[in-house]
């Protein structure tokens, strides 16, 4: 591993472009764009106030910025450096900001989710949505960018409107059986959109393109319920995970439960592999590394029945078999981990000086090679999967991953 020089950055405003060319870094008021490769400045713009939001066009051909606290939003383009766009929302105020998918509409949500502000960069025309839901995750996208799904909230019932991203035209509309609509999904073949409860009713509603109840699902009653819901990249399994600490895999045949994954503090499958952090004081050329020793039958990295502390712990299961595959116990809670976008390969980071990669082969802990106190607090993924960006409170490095890593 290779480990780049040490940049600022602020709130951790730090995002590849879509292509891997580029890579846009915030310093305060500043934009910085970089490429990704050599790290040399492209392009440098200045912000009318500190930036709190930046996102890449699908195209990578636009950024945008979003200062919320001055209901501004600025545009810059990467072809043409002297253009540059400024949405002012005024009195009605900014709480979000997005690129739709064709990288040529911007829509942003005002202050009390009054409305969505649909700008068009083209033609320079606006339209509004109203009654949009004040959720996490309420508004998506389909994955060709056909379709968009928002959750809305009218006469104190939960409600979808789809929207076809073209005209922005009204496609369905329809009530939900929700008491608090927490989130919406599509599944990566855009043909169903997984709706969840909040976390006081456990409930998952799959609805079709046309607004047609496909399916309900709850796995118990009088408890909290729904944390995360996540599709599987081939759509044929929906994964939820909940606050019983286990997560349960729906089919998209019965959208029934096909198994349920259970996460306890004691590992009695003697088949799981478990990889433990130690410290060690030993340096090997200014790098921390540790690699786990031969398995064997007889090895001390895994035994019948071990207790472990669960913010400390990533759970990996194997997706064929829905069997519990690798546990990996860190000395620190996890901050941020992330799957390497084009290998069986897992980065972590515990807000350590530390990064850690996981592998079917193995476990590698590598430490930054940084003067003072550089702590991980999240990571980023080149999309070609040969570096990895490290973000701290207020600066970030490019870790380069050699051929010898990434087998």
Known sequence: MNFSELFKQSNQLCRLSPDGKYSAVCVQYRLVIRDAQTLQILHLYTCLD?????????????ILCAMYKRGLVQIWSLEQPDWHCKIDEGSAGLVASRWSPDGRH????????????????????VSYIKYPKACQHGMDFTKNGHYMALAERRDCKDHISIFVCSEWQLLRHFETETQDLAGIEWSPNGCVLAVWDSCLEYKILLYSLDGRLLSVYSAYEWSLGVKSVAWSP?????AIGSYDEKVRILNHVTWRKLVELEHLPTIRDPKSVIYKEVESRQRLGGEDMSFPPILTEKSSLFSSESKYNMPNT?????AQKFKQYVVLEQLSAVKSFQWDPCRARLAICTGSNKVYLWSPAGCLTVQVPAEGNFQVLSLHWHPNGDSII???????????LDTADAS
């Open 106 to 125: 911007i829509l942003n949500t005002t202050e009390f989710h009054l409305r969505i502000t649909v700008w068009s960069l083209c033609t320079k025309s």
């Open 390 to 400: 490290l973000l701290s409170k207020d600066q970030m490095c490019v870790c380069y």
């Open 314 to 318: 990533v759970w990996i299961w194997d």
């Open 234 to 238: 081939s759509s044929q399994f929906l």
């Open 50 to 62: 500190q930036i709190q939001y930046i996102e890449w066009s699908a195209d990578s051909l636009f």
